[in-house]
């Protein structure tokens, strides 16, 4: 006995008289869920391993090369006794016996306050000046060659004009913050500034723009990349001059403690002072740096 099935013309199993198969049986099975899962584990545990190997190899190298140098000597002192050392100094940091007399978190916050206030006023002047002289070409002739005749100078050969003008130490300290953080500001801002596109200009001229809302809405956000990057630049350089200028007018400050320290021929303190003034560098550039990815963007 033989049993024929017939399709109508609108049975939707049947396209010009050929049958079709379900989706589910034509489809690709789809890919299992964990070896996806698995796979994405392993990339990511790959990626935080060369994040994080190459830097604690190149530091443990560091600690063998300085732990190897100092085996057999009297006077430079160990890794591990400038550990001992660094355990103790931190166990109260804050401690104040006398002006003079403070702990090395009094002094990284002195240096820091410091370091605030000279780069703050950097840029109060060297932003604005940037954008004009970016903006208008005979400003910018006027003055890059005042520009390039004042930055090659050694930050702290402006030390003793600031000595013999505010007649006080921590204002000429803040004054030599504020000479050397200036020069990366306005170059990085001028150039950013001369780099915006024309096209982006002459809409603005076509639009009847005034010249701050040129500023504010065209020319702030172009060159936003660039200024942040002057700005890391000088909190860099901001850092690195402050110790040697702490050193040289006394008071309280990270400067004047390693000073200190090496009065008191106490050369573990000495080193760790060279840890914390890397370290609160190395915060500083890398805050800045999110700050700059924040804002950078891809043409």
């Given at each position: 006995m033989v049993s024929a099935v017939f399709h109508t013309p609108f049975d939707p199993a049947t396209r010009h008289g050929v049958t079709l198969l379900p989706e589910a049986a034509t489809s690709a099975p789809p890919e299992p869920v964990a070896p996806r899962r698995a796979w994405r584990e392993r990339m990511a545990g790959r990626a935080i391993a060369l994040a994080v190997i190459p830097p604690v190899a190149g530091i443990g190298l560091l600690i063998g090369i300085w732990a190897l140098c100092t085996m057999k000597s009297n006077t430079f002192p160990t890794p591990a006794a400038t550990w001992d050392s660094a355990r103790e100094l931190f166990a109260d940091p804050f401690y104040?016996?006398?002006p003079?007399?403070?702990?090395?978190?009094?002094?990284i916050l002195a240096s820091l306050a410091r370091v605030a206030l000279g780069f703050?006023?950097?840029a109060l002047v060297g932003i604005p000046l940037g954008f004009l002289i970016?903006?208008?070409?005979?400003?910018?002739?006027?003055?890059s060659p005042l520009i390039s005749l004042l930055r090659?100078?050694?930050?702290l050969a402006w030390l003793p004009i600031?000595?013999?003008?505010?007649?006080?130490?921590?204002?000429?300290a803040i004054w030599t913050i504020f000479i050397c953080s200036i020069w990366p500001m306005v170059v990085n801002t001028s150039i950013g500034v001369q780099r915006v596109p024309q096209d982006y200009l002459?809409?603005?001229?076509?639009?009847?723009?005034?010249?701050?809302?040129?500023?504010?809405r065209i020319l702030f956000p172009a060159v936003l990349p660039y200024l942040l990057?002057?700005?890391?630049?000088?909190?860099?350089?901001?850092w690195l001059v402050i110790v040697a200028a702490e050193m040289l007018t006394g008071g309280v400050g990270i400067g004047f403690w390693v000073w200190d320290e090496w009065n008191n021929l106490n050369v573990p303190h000495i080193l760790i002072a060279i840890f914390v003034i890397g370290i609160v560098g190395l915060l500083l550039e890398q805050g800045l740096m999110l700050v700059a990815r924040r804002f950078s963007f891809e043409e």
């Open positions: 104040r016996k006398s003079n007399d403070q702990g090395i978190g009094w002094n703050g006023l950097a970016g903006r208008f070409a005979f400003l910018n002739r006027m003055v090659p100078v050694s930050p600031g000595l013999l003008v505010l007649k006080s130490a921590n204002p000429a002459n809409v603005a001229r076509v639009l009847n723009l005034s010249e701050w809302k040129v500023i504010t990057t002057g700005v890391r630049l000088s909190v860099g350089t901001a």
